[in-house]
Nanobody, 125 residues
């Protein structure tokens, strides 16, 4: 059974930092792209960042570019999201996800097949 488990969320003041982790189990995702999405109350889920299977390529939503960094450790089957200079508008439930197809980049939620349960990030002003 494939599981993606996020951790690292919490409450932080504006300008602060958090590091989210997503640990995968049940299969290895070393040959798969991984992504982070978020959903704020009353809003649609949105793409945040994605990383290629090798980690050589990363992609970001304009709203987080320059502040967030996605990375991965394939030996640990884990992907990370370092979030700096957090803003109140970053408040949301954050989800990691993986597509079932190997070596395919994906940027929309429809392209991802496996999802974690989410971790809440709250940024106070």
């Amino acid at each position: 059974q494939v599981q993606l488990v996020e951790s690292g969320g919490g409450l932080v003041q504006a300008g602060g930092s958090l590091r989210l982790s997503c640990a995968a189990s049940g299969r290895t995702f070393s040959n798969h792209a991984m992504g982070w999405f978020r959903q704020a109350p009353g809003k649609e889920r949105e793409f945040v960042a994605a990383i290629s299977w090798s980690g050589d390529s990363t992609y970001y939503a304009d709203s987080v570019k320059g502040r967030f960094t996605i990375s991965r450790d394939n030996a640990k089957n884990t992907v990370y999201l370092q979030m700096n200079s957090l803003k109140p508008e970053d408040t949301a439930e954050y989800y990691c996800a993986a597509p079932s197809a190997a070596q395919v980049m994906a940027f929309t939620g429809y392209e991802y097949d496996y999802w974690g349960q989410g971790t809440q990030v709250t940024v106070s002003s």
